[in-house]
C-alpha cells in the first residue's frame, strides 16, 4: 500500500469520536514534493549518502534500504521514458511511492532531532527559515473521495486553505487502529495507488504551515471498486 514528532507543543488525542488535534513546531523544510523527478532522485541520493553511517540517526523509519529502492525503481521508470501510458503511470506510482517515504523520513529526521538545526543538516535535508512564521493554519473545511481512473486508486480534493504549504493526508482501513497511511501534497488533491479493490478506506486532511499543522479535516470514506 502507497501510496509529527518528539518537539511537540501540545497534543490532544481522540476521545469519543472525535479526531485527534496537534500543534507542533517544524523545522525540517518540506519541498521534496516540488521538486521535478530528476531533482527528487538526487536529492534523495544525497539524504541516503548523507544517514548512511550517521550517529545521529540509528534507527530510520522507513529503512534506508526502503528509500533506496524506491528511487532505484523510479530511476528506471523515468528512464524508460518517453514512452506510452503504461510507462508514464510506472513513472507516476514509482514517484508517489519515493514521496510517501522520503516524508516519513522527513518526520522521523524532525523527531530526532528536536530543534537542532545541525542534526537536521546532517542528514543532507534543509532547515526552514526561520523568520515570520505565519502561524496554525484551519484545517480544510470539507473533503471529497472519487473513484481513480486506474484500479485500486482514488481521487482525494479538499478546500484548499491560503497560505499553507502544503497538505498532510492521512489514511486508514480502520480508524480505531490509527492512521497508518501517510502523505504531503503540494496542492489541494491527491490521487492515492495501490488500494485493495473491495476495501473500505477512510482519509483525513490537514493543513501544513511553517509552525506544523492543528487538526483535520472531517473523514471522508469510500469503498475501492472491484475490477
Do not use: C, H
Not at 523509519?61 to 503504461?86: F, I, W, Y
Not at 481521487?155 to 492512521?179: A, M, Q
Amino acid at each position: 500500500m502507497k501510496t509529527q514528532q518528539k518537539n511537540d507543543v501540545s497534543a490532544m488525542r481522540s476521545v469519543g469520536g472525535q479526531l485527534a488535534a496537534f500543534i507542533m513546531s517544524f523545522i525540517v523544510k518540506i519541498g521534496f514534493l516540488k521538486l521535478t523527478v530528476e531533482q527528487k532522485i538526487v536529492r534523495a541520493r544525497a539524504v541516503l549518502a548523507a544517514m548512511t553511517g550517521n550517529p545521529n540517526f540509528t534507527t530510520p523509519s522507513p529503512t534506508l534500504a526502503d528509500v533506496t529502492t524506491a528511487v532505484d525503481a523510479l530511476e528506471l521508470a523515468q528512464q524508460n521514458l518517453p514512452g506510452g501510458p503504461d510507462e508514464t503511470e510506472i513513472r507516476d506510482i514509482r514517484e508517489q511511492e519515493l514521496d510517501v517515504l522520503m516524508s516519513n523520513l522527513q518526520i522521523y529526521v524532525e523527531g530526532e532531532a528536536q530543534g537542532n538545526p545541525e542534526i537536521v543538516l546532517s542528514s543532507g535535508m534543509e532547515t526552514r527559515n526561520a523568520q515570520s512564521p505565519i502561524g496554525i493554519l484551519l484545517a480544510p473545511e470539507t473533503a471529497i473521495a472519487k473513484q481513480g481512473a486506474d484500479e485500486g486508486s482514488v481521487k482525494l480534493k479538499w478546500k484548499s486553505v491560503k497560505k499553507n504549504s502544503g497538505y498532510r493526508v492521512e489514511g486508514s482501513t480502520d480508524p480505531l487502529l490509527g492512521w497508518p497511511m501517510v502523505y504531503q501534497a503540494e496542492k489541494a488533491s491527491l490521487k492515492v495507488f495501490d488500494l485493495v479493490p473491495g476495501t473500505k478506506y477512510y482519509f483525513r486532511v490537514a493543513t501544513l504551515s511553517r509552525y506544523g499543522y492543528e487538526g483535520f479535516s472531517p473523514v471522508v470514506t469510500i469503498r475501492v471498486a472491484l475490477p
